[in-house]
């Protein structure tokens, strides 16, 4: 079994930043992706940002400039330094890694940005 467990969101103002994490633990090997989606009531899960075990980074189009993903492989962390917030950045922020067949989700953090 594996858990992540995801930390750091919140509410923000407009043009604030947040940093999320979140650290896989259990059975683990070798993660080959981990990043980080968003969902919002009634929307599909859209991608955030991406990072392979070889630091290849995929952006969703809507965040590129304004976040920054970072991991750590030995740690098994990935990190989401968001900046320049928008409203339109409302949304539940998922963690997710794989390898192979497997495919593993955190259990989401709520990132609000509101005046």
Known sequence: QVQL????????????????SCTASGRIFSINVMGW???VPGKQRELVALI????IINYGDSVKGRFIISRDN???????Q???LKPEDTAVYYC???WGVNNYWGQGTQ????S
């Open 5 to 20: 467990v995801e930390s750091g969101g919140g509410l923000v103002q407009p043009g604030g930043s947040l940093r999320l």
């Open 37 to 39: 989606y968003r969902q």
């Open 52 to 55: 392979s075990s070889g630091d």
């Open 74 to 80: 030995a740690k098994n962390t990935v990190d989401l």
């Open 82 to 84: 968001m900046n320049s």
């Open 96 to 98: 997710n890694c794989r």
């Open 111 to 114: 990132v609000t940005v509101s």
